[in-house]
Each structure stands twice: as C-alpha cells, then as structure tokens.
C-alpha cells in the first residue's frame, strides 16, 4: 500500500472541508473512509465464597483483552457505510476463575457491533442497520 505524501496546507484543507471535500466516486469514498481502535484491559479479583465447590473461601482472578476496530467510509452523495468489530480474551484464565466471573469476564470471541448506512443532509443525520445508540440515564 502506497501512502502519499501530503503537505501540511493539504492535510489542513482535506481536515476542515468537511462534505465539502466528499469522495467524487464509490471507490474514493472507500479508499478515504478512516479506522479507528481501541484497545482495553481489565483485571478483576474476588474471593470465592465455596459456591463452585471448591474451599470454603478462596482468591480468583481474571485478565481481559479486548479490542474494537471501526471503519467509516468517507460520504458519497452524503451516504456513508460504518462497520465495527469487537472481540475479547482472557489468555491466563483458570477453570475456576471462568466459573466465577462466567458473567461478567470470562468472554472470548468476536462480534460485528456495528454495520449501518448513514445519511447526512444539512443538520440532520440518519443511520439504519446495527448501531451503538446512547440513551440518557434513567
């Protein structure tokens, strides 16, 4: 994969042009949509209170790995494709730490989270398929 060179000025004016600068064809809507990532660890302890038949009292703990990767195609004709997959591990995990934390952490695989065509006109932007959506607190 080639990556061409820009210059600052160009760089600056594809940045702030907004729909302005919208891909003039399908393949340069898919060659200028942008990535984005996340990745996250967690680490989670408890004492298990004999409820797996075990001891009576004994410490467990669980490490996950998780990641996000997302792509979003530059819009064309104001419409734009956005796709996101998640996935997670827990690589150390012992037979007892997944029974305790089997539903809170103990999670492997992978998933598409997202994958929605959005439309965008004036103020007003429109997604239909599979997306995050924030709610406010109840």
Known sequence: MKFAKLSIVTVMVL???GQMYAADT??????N???AGTLKAWYWDRTDEG???GAAQHNENIF???VELGYVTDTFYGFRVGLTFQGSATP???ENAKKLFNKE???QGTVLSEAYLGYHIGKTDIKIGRQYITTPPL
């Open 26 to 31: 399908l393949a340069d809507a898919f060659k």
């Open 33 to 35: 949509g942008k990535v």
């Open 51 to 53: 409820n797996f038949g």
């Open 15 to 17: 940045g702030l042009g």
């Open 64 to 66: 996950n790995l998780g």
């Open 105 to 107: 952490a103990a999670t």
């Open 92 to 94: 150390f995990a012992e």
